[in-house]
């Protein structure tokens, strides 16, 4: 079982940078291919990032391409997501997410882990 704990959501303004972090417990991450999803009130679960096992792949949605970069540190067990230039329609809940593997087809993580979800606000 892996639990996963998001930090670093607030409140900022449009054009503003955040960086979201999430930290592991129980097993190690370098197992796992990681991610970020999203979800806005009223709207699906979106995919923002994903990262396979040595970080040599990268996928983003196209909603933050070029403004979001995801990385991951297995040494230390955590998986960030750096957001810039922000804007009021990044507003939502982030969710950090592991998954077994990465799929090279759907170029995304299909998650058997979640955390408890970060909420970000971003202000026009």
């Known amino acids: 079982q892996v639990q996963l704990a998001e930090s670093g959501g607030g409140l900022v303004q449009a054009g503003d940078s955040l960086r979201l972090s999430c930290a592991a417990s129980?097993?190690?991450?370098?197992?796992?291919?990681l991610g970020w999803f999203r979800q806005a009130p009223g709207k699906e679960r979106e995919f923002v990032a994903a990262i396979n096992r040595s970080g040599a792949i990268i996928y983003s949605g196209d909603s933050v391409k070029g403004r979001f970069t995801i990385s991951r540190d297995n040494a230390k067990n955590t998986v960030v997501l750096q957001m810039s230039s922000l804007k009021p329609e990044d507003t939502a809940v982030y969710y950090c997410?592991?998954?077994?593997?990465?799929?090279?087809?759907?170029?995304?993580?299909?998650?058997?882990?979640w955390g408890q979800g970060t909420q970000v606000t971003v202000s026009s």
């Open positions: 997410a592991a998954a077994r593997a990465i799929s090279v087809t759907m170029k995304r993580i299909e998650p058997d882990y």
């Open positions: 129980g097993r190690s991450l370098s197992n796992y291919a």
